[in-house]
């Protein structure tokens, strides 16, 4: 958990059930970002429109689906477009976990 970024945790409604979200992307940039183990790492972070939602981390599956569905690689042509982001539970670090997924298709 790292509270300065969008996690699997944001997306719990309180009854360990998870709704998805609707976001606006506002800019994409590459973030020196600090993970739990205190190690720094440059990743790429969505920014978004919505005030009160917080910035995401995106991996690679991550930011192939938005390559995907805006048909660019750019990232300066993705602001202004919605998406939409759940939680599935993938296989990492030998375990299954909680992670963030920009759904395959647009809101």
Known sequence: MNPDYLGAYS???????????????QYVKVENVTGPDGKKEDC???????RELKP???NATNMKTLEKLFH????????????????????AF?????????RKYLP
Request: net charge negative.
């Open 11 to 25: 997306l719990d409604d309180g009854n360990g059930k998870y709704t998805d979200i609707i976001a606006t992307i």
């Open 44 to 50: 790429p972070v969505a920014h978004f429109s919505e």
């Open 56 to 58: 995401m981390i995106l």
């Open 94 to 102: 030998g375990d299954v976990v909680d992670a963030l997924r920009i």
């Open 72 to 91: 660019s690689k750019y990232v300066e042509d993705w602001a202004g477009h919605k998406i939409q982001i759940g939680v599935e539970q993938v296989k």
